[in-house]
């Protein structure tokens, strides 16, 4: 993919982290609601906490989590840190991925039942709809961790491009031409 230009990743930097946090957010909200849903003495403080829960998850869940994923692949391809050039790029990407995943195939229908559950007189008692957004914030605090600290160096893709790319540096600086090959 071609680099983006300066404003380009600039912007997309900015919606990236913007939608992120975002989602950290709205998990902690979710994670609120339900803490609120499962400890209140009150059906309707459950029933009110759990269909909120819904609305942010119809609404607000899948987006969220979507855009974050494109937003950091684009900045990821468009971009000289690449994809699979760092570690802690590969450790964000797997762990957003795997939580776009759950998000869509497990949280989203969790919620719609909890409420549904809820509406009908039959709170969900269990730590299930606690647990989740308890994961799923902790997960987005490591990632954002992660991204804030970059650890662990690069890949050996990582090792084998920037030796690549020294190799050209050292032959263009003493006047041998290159041979553009990228492993």
Do not use: C, E, N
């Amino acid at each position: 993919m071609k680099q983006l230009s300066r404003p380009a990743r600039r912007a997309l930097l900015v919606i990236h982290v913007a939608v992120s946090v975002g989602w950290l957010g709205l998990t902690l909200g979710l994670l609120t609601l339900s803490v609120t849903g499962y400890t209140s003495g009150s059906l309707d403080t459950t029933v009110a906490a759990y269909r909120a829960m819904k609305i942010f998850s119809d609404w607000l869940l899948l987006p969220v989590a979507l855009t974050a994923l494109v937003s950091g692949l684009v900045l990821s391809f468009g971009t000289p840190w690449g994809l699979a050039r760092h570690r802690w790029i590969v450790v964000k990407f797997w762990l957003t991925l795997a939580t776009v995943l759950l998000t869509a195939f497990s949280l989203r229908p969790g919620i719609d039942r909890l409420a549904a559950d809820a509406v009908a007189g039959t709170p969900d008692t269990g730590l299930s709809m606690v647990s989740a957004p308890s994961v799923a914030t902790a997960t987005y605090l490591f990632v954002t961790a992660v991204s804030v600290l970059k650890p662990w160096g690069l890949t050996k893709r990582g090792s084998r491009l920037r030796a690549a790319q020294s190799a050209r540096a050292r032959d263009r600086a003493a006047g041998k031409p290159s041979s553009g090959v990228v492993s």
